[in-house]
């Protein structure tokens, strides 16, 4: 099955700096990789989503990458703001048509 | 779009008492339901998942069952619960398209 891995697990950015997530998958059948994100005492909220037949996507200050001959993606936010910090989860569809999900990035933006 | 409603938001509970959490979709016909514990750190830990009314696959043993009695509910119980039931748990549901929507998560204390 699939196994998705997530790094870092703790990010820690100044505010208006960038910040890079980086995720791995296992199962090139893998087709389909939303990003979610969690704030504290909440669920967690799609904020983009990449399908394989494309290789990046952006929304205003958030963009993700897909590179599926080394199978991995990676989220980027810029001008990072307080209002930013939470936890990051990737994610990708497998072949079973589960979602396997990352184990998440603490992300902090200090002013 | 959907929309999940979960309740109740937190829950002390002792142990061996029983336990029910509901879940409610809006918002689409005959989606793909799933409940998801969150422990202490980040990880999503799929429990049981569900495509359509009566039909509940379970992702790994323990304590909790899940039923679904109508198209759009899906309820999480327990007869006794263990210290270790302890956590965030997650209500998802997967409708038309690709991504998840998640519930607003029920916090659960066993004491």
């Known amino acids: 099955g699939e196994n998705v891995e997530q790094h870092p697990s703790t990010l820690s950015v100044q505010e208006g700096d960038s910040a890079v997530i980086k995720c791995t998958y296992s199962?090139?059948?893998?087709?389909?990789f939303p990003w979610y994100k969690q704030e504290l005492g909440k669920g967690p909220q799609l904020i983009i989503d990449?399908?394989?037949?494309?290789g990046e996507k952006k929304d205003q200050r958030i963009a993700v990458t897909l590179n599926k001959t080394a199978k991995h993606f990676s989220l980027h936010i810029t001008e990072t703001q307080p209002e930013d910090s939470a936890v990051y989860f990737c994610a990708a569809l497998d072949s079973w048509g589960k979602f396997q999900f990352g184990a998440g990035t603490q992300v902090v933006v200090t002013p | 779009s959907q929309t999940i409603h979960q309740w109740p938001a937190t829950l002390v509970q002792p142990v061996g008492s029983p336990l029910s959490l509901e879940c409610t979709v809006e918002?689409?016909?005959?989606?793909?339901l799933y409940w998801y514990r969150q422990a202490a750190g980040r990880g999503l830990q799929l429990l049981f998942y569900?495509?359509?009314?009566?039909?509940i696959s379970s992702e790994v043993p323990q304590n909790l069952s899940a039923s679904r009695p109508q198209d759009r509910q899906f309820i999480l119980s327990s007869k006794k619960l263990l210290l270790s039931d302890s956590g965030f748990y997650l209500c998802?549901?997967?409708?038309?398209?690709?991504?998840?929507?998640f519930g607003s998560g029920t916090r659960l204390t066993v004491v």
């Open positions: 918002g689409t016909s005959n989606p793909n």
């Open positions: 569900s495509v359509g009314i009566g039909q």
């Open positions: 998802a549901s997967r409708g038309r398209v690709y991504g998840y929507t």
């Open positions: 990449i399908r394989s037949n494309v």
């Open positions: 199962d090139s059948a893998s087709n389909y």
